[in-house]
């Protein structure tokens, strides 16, 4: 996590031509990153009364595994990652995400 030096927030990295940035939303402030790793991640948000997700941006979450037999509502393709989570109550049946290994669109199946 990196702190903008002007102001004190907290800056995101973004990709800006072959070159990874630190920008700081509050004030625009922006610096090269240095040699360090850096993980740009996505944020995918559903209705009000479900938490929102953040997910990698190029690999799902640690655990996931590779399915066949499910397809794709994007593109058709019947191969995609799936992990499960317990994203309700804990009496309730945990969702099931699956990512697609062609066109990478996730989406989940409540069991």
């Not at 479900?50 to 690999?59: A, F, G, H, I, M």
């Not at 655990?63 to 992990?83: H, L, M, R």
């Amino acid at each position: 996590m990196k702190f903008c030096p002007k102001c004190g927030s907290i800056m995101v990295p973004k990709k800006d031509g072959g070159k990874t940035l630190y920008r700081c939303p509050k004030c625009g402030y922006e610096e090269v990153a240095g040699q360090q790793s850096v993980k740009i991640t996505t944020t995918v948000k559903h209705s009000i009364k479900e938490k929102t997700l953040v997910l990698e941006s190029d690999v799902p979450p640690t655990g996931a595994q590779i399915t066949k037999g499910v397809s794709c509502p994007a593109c058709g393709n019947d191969e995609a990652y799936f992990w499960i989570l317990q994203t309700r109550s804990a009496d309730e049946p945990p969702t099931r995400f699956y990512k697609c290994t062609k066109c990478g669109k996730v989406w989940r199946e409540y069991e």
